[in-house]
């Protein structure tokens, strides 16, 4: 299969119209490309916030609302390109106000060709997200079984956190879509190296997708950085440092990978290294733990 991951550029939107024209030359652009599952960014929908005029688009809890309130129609349009193309596609995440929470939580939601939608909802609140954004939890993580293989999401901040890729794994995970938005060079690091730590571990596939420039005039997407990339374990029939693609660092675009999930299941059953099947060998040393005062 061919995996496209987008460094998404957050951009002023002047007309619904105007929005349509940017996502269907984006995802034209990546089907051009031979691409078959499609990855947009954490946060890419809050360009949708500009649509509300810059007063609402400036106030984090008003754009929140006002992208969330855009979500559906975003969505069914969405949908009908992965139906046209016939392409899977990860949408833009974005603050959605689901009555069966509290607060909002930040969601992404994934198209198929044949008008499937599975939402995917961030588990980790980051500390902005938490305070002023105040968004929480989502529902539980999710594993797809498509033509593709067997997907799953961890969005941004979930990329760090082993446990929640080893849910995944564990559930059958081999492809792992991480969209991400990334203030600073340290946040970006920080997912870029939980994303290839993913792949390590989980022997899996990992797509990672980040916005891109700024957005002065909406701070939860203010300043972006980063560079998306598509990373697998560096191990037999892999690059040696696991990165099969990887974009220009603060350059929008699609970075696109062929993946082969053969080699995938020849690495799992016999690599170099087994780190999914010895995963469960450290249950029993880490109860060993001995302190030693020096």
Not at 133 to 153: C, F, H, N, R, S
Request: proline share 6%; glycine share 10%.
């Amino acid at each position: 299969m061919t995996i496209a991951a987008a460094a998404y550029p957050i951009d002023w939107q002047d007309s619904w119209a105007g929005y349509q024209l940017k996502i269907a030359h984006w995802i034209e652009d990546a089907v051009g490309q031979g691409a078959d599952l499609l990855v947009f960014p954490e946060y890419g929908a809050m360009e949708l916030a500009s649509l509300a005029g810059r007063d609402v688009a400036m106030d984090i809890q008003g754009s929140m609302r006002a992208v969330s309130e855009r979500m559906e129609e975003m969505s069914a349009f969405l949908s009908g390109l992965a139906a046209q193309h016939k392409v899977y596609i990860l949408g833009p995440s974005g603050p959605c106000f689901d009555p069966a929470f509290s607060r909002p939580v930040n969601r992404a939601l994934f198209f198929t060709p044949d008008g499937v939608q599975i939402p995917h909802d961030k588990q980790i609140m980051t500390r902005w997200e938490r305070d002023p954004m105040d968004v929480q939890g989502g529902a539980p993580l999710t594993v797809m079984e498509t033509m593709l293989g067997k997907i799953g999401v961890l969005i941004c901040y979930d990329s760090e956190f082993p446990l929640l890729g080893r849910t995944l794994i564990e559930a059958g995970a081999e492809i792992i879509l991480v969209p991400s938005a990334t203030e600073g060079l340290s946040g970006y690091t920080r997912v870029r190296v939980g994303a290839m730590a993913r792949a390590l571990e989980g022997q899996c596939i990992v797509v990672h997708a980040p916005t891109q420039g700024s957005a002065e005039w909406n701070e939860v997407v203010d300043v972006n950085t980063g560079a998306a990339a598509i990373y697998g374990p560096p191990d037999m029939g892999f690059p040696e440092n696991g990165i099969l693609a990887e974009g220009r660092f603060d350059t929008p675009g699609w970075t696109i990978a062929e993946v082969d999930l053969a080699a995938l299941h020849n690495v799992r059953r016999d690599g170099q290294v087994l780190n999914k099947t010895h995963w469960n060998e450290q249950e029993s040393r880490i109860l060993r733990v001995t302190n030693v005062t020096l």
